[in-house]
């Protein structure tokens, strides 16, 4: 995707501590619960480009400002992203437009698959909302550490049903607890994330940070050489094991998602919040499944 969306530079912060080998980015949205849009997504996908080729960085950790660590896709942004008329008037939107940026976001050179094989060792640290687009960061990451207030869901498995990150929720919950997270979109909270293989380790919110650091400051012990040819060679299993074409899927068939037809009393994002805005669609979103 050639096109680069312009940013705040305050919305994703990079820090470096040469001296202990370890980089921090930090989703600074905490006005919108670290929402994040495609500029967003664009910039922690240079960031993640850079530490991978620093000699100064054994260690790159993501966190989240504020009380969550990301709410999702900005909901503004949805659809709009791929051109898509937000007056409901317009042509569709063609394949080839959707298509073009999945590929880029959830396979090719985009964030996840960058993150997911980035050759220094990634920690996610979450607490609070941990959805959509956040979800996918975390599950991309060698770890995650959570916080015991931490939900993980994906609403994109509401809006259009199971998409994006099929292959490594699979992969990391199994089949039939994929299947029930995907199908049903009810968040799950972080002890239950644990049991089922999402995250490393849950702690309490005030021991979050501390207990990532030392983990961090850990893994930098390990041999400079060490970590980048181990990290090579899981890159190496993922790929034996299906993740490049698992990806490719999931771009495929996210941009089918987005142009399904909608039943009468279904509910659809985009006309919700075409029509009442996008604080009203969220109050029908909770109305319709009840939450």
């Known amino acids: 995707m050639a096109t680069k969306i312009p940013i705040k530079d305050?919305?994703?912060?990079?820090?470096?501590?040469?001296?202990?080998?370890?980089?921090?980015?930090?989703?600074?949205?905490?006005?919108?619960?670290?929402?994040?849009?495609?500029?967003?997504?664009?910039?922690?996908?240079?960031?993640?480009?850079?530490?991978?080729?620093?000699?100064?960085?054994?260690?790159?950790?993501?966190?989240?400002?504020?009380?969550?660590?990301?709410?999702?896709?900005?909901?503004?942004?949805?659809?709009?992203?791929?051109?898509?008329?937000?007056?409901?008037?317009?042509?569709?939107?063609?394949?080839?437009?959707?298509?073009?940026?999945?590929?880029?976001?959830?396979?090719?050179?985009?964030?996840?698959?960058?993150?997911?094989?980035?050759?220094?060792?990634?920690?996610?640290?979450?607490?609070g909302y941990c959805y959509g687009g956040g979800l996918n960061i975390s599950n991309a990451c060698d770890i995650t550490i959570a916080?015991?207030?931490?939900?993980?869901?994906?609403?994109?498995?509401?809006?259009?049903?199971?998409?994006?990150?099929?292959?490594?929720?699979?992969?990391?919950?199994?089949?039939?607890?994929?299947?029930?997270?995907?199908?049903?979109?009810?968040?799950i909270d972080a002890q239950e994330a644990w049991r089922v293989g999402l995250v490393n380790k849950v702690v309490p919110i005030e021991k979050l940070e501390e207990t990532v650091d030392k983990l961090a400051e850990a893994i930098t012990r390990a041999p400079f050489d060490g970590i980048v040819m181990g990290k090579t060679q899981f890159y190496a299993v993922a790929e034996a094991m299906g993740a490049g074409s698992g990806m490719i899927a999931n771009a495929i068939m996210h941009s089918l998602q987005t142009n399904i037809r909608y039943e009468p009393g279904e509910f659809n994002l985009f006309k919700e919040r075409r029509e009442k805005g996008i604080k009203g669609a969220i109050v029908t979103r909770k109305t319709h499944y009840q939450e």
């Open 10 to 127: 305050e919305d994703i912060l990079y820090e470096k501590k040469p001296d202990k080998k370890i980089a921090v980015i930090t989703l600074n949205r905490p006005e919108k619960l670290n929402a994040l849009g495609i500029g967003h997504y664009q910039r922690i996908n240079e960031i993640v480009h850079s530490a991978n080729e620093d000699e100064d960085i054994k260690v790159l950790i993501f966190r989240g400002a504020g009380r969550s660590f990301c709410s999702g896709h900005d909901v503004a942004e949805l659809g709009v992203m791929y051109g898509m008329d937000t007056t409901g008037k317009e042509r569709r939107v063609s394949q080839r437009a959707r298509l073009s940026k999945d590929i880029w976001l959830m396979s090719s050179n985009g964030l996840f698959r960058t993150i997911f094989n980035c050759l220094k060792a990634t920690i996610a640290e979450v607490h």
């Open 147 to 187: 916080a015991e207030n931490t939900l993980f869901t994906h609403p994109g498995w509401r809006y259009i049903g199971p998409t994006t990150d099929v292959w490594l929720v699979t992969q990391l919950v199994g089949l039939k607890k994929a299947k029930e997270m995907m199908l049903t979109g009810i968040p």
